[in-house]
T-cell receptor, first 111, second 108 residues
């Protein structure tokens, strides 16, 4: 069974630039999550999808972050414009029964 | 509000010594508790969940509703146990909240 796929693995941008991350969850997993993990901290939930609908985006900085999950499968997380404090690993996870399956993450460095 | 607390950022033990990683949760309902682990250069993965009551890689965790705790224990630590451990709480609405994590370092 293929795992959760994420790309790119690494991205370096300058502040005020934009970036997009892509996630392909495990086939059949209705729930998809984006987490932000800043160095030294635990994963922080940004947004949660159930199929293609948003369940929780209360922690998503909506002035600069956006996410979509078209057709209830792949998802894209975008940051525009990026700030220095957005430097983090962005983790995508999918789930059906409570156990989360994670991708390898996308490490963003904002200079 | 739902919250998961892991009081230790770093735990260092000698090989063969017992280890206990602490986790406390706050939630008014009945959450399901998990321990996730991240080994060096690997993705975050499930170690165990309280409803399964399994022992995985020698680790166990008991849910104590009175103390709202879900501590992870292993009687004899091994060097390969060195990793980052996260306690997580899963509630209704498919929402999973993570603690800040504890880095376990097992010394030879």
């Amino acid at each position: 069974e293929a795992g959760v796929a994420q790309s790119p693995r690494y991205k370096i941008i300058e502040k005020r630039q934009s970036v997009a991350f892509w996630c392909n969850p495990i086939s059949g997993h209705a729930t998809l999550y984006w987490y932000q993990q800043i160095l030294g901290q635990g994963p922080k939930l940004l947004i949660q999808f159930q199929n293609n609908g948003v369940v929780d985006d209360s922690q998503l900085p909506k002035d600069r972050f956006s996410a979509e999950r078209l057709k209830g499968v792949d998802s894209t997380l975008k940051i525009q414009p990026a700030k220095l404090e957005d430097s983090a690993v962005y983790l995508c996870a999918s789930s059906t029964t409570g156990e989360l399956f994670f991708g390898e993450g996308s490490r963003l460095t904002v200079l | 509000a739902q919250r998961v607390t892991q009081p230790e950022k770093l735990l260092s033990v000698f090989k063969g010594a017992p280890v206990e990683l602490k986790c406390n949760y706050s939630y008014s309902g009945s959450p399901e508790l998990f321990w996730y682990v991240q080994y060096s250069r690997q993705r975050l993965q499930l170690l165990l969940r309280h409803i399964s009551r399994e022992s995985i890689k020698g680790f166990t965790a008991d849910l104590n509703k009175g103390e709202t705790s879900f501590h992870l224990k292993k009687p004899f630590a091994q060097e390969e146990d060195s990793a980052m451990y996260y306690c997580a709480s899963y509630t209704g609405g498919f929402k999973t909240i993570f603690g800040a994590g504890t880095r376990l370092f097992v010394k030879a």
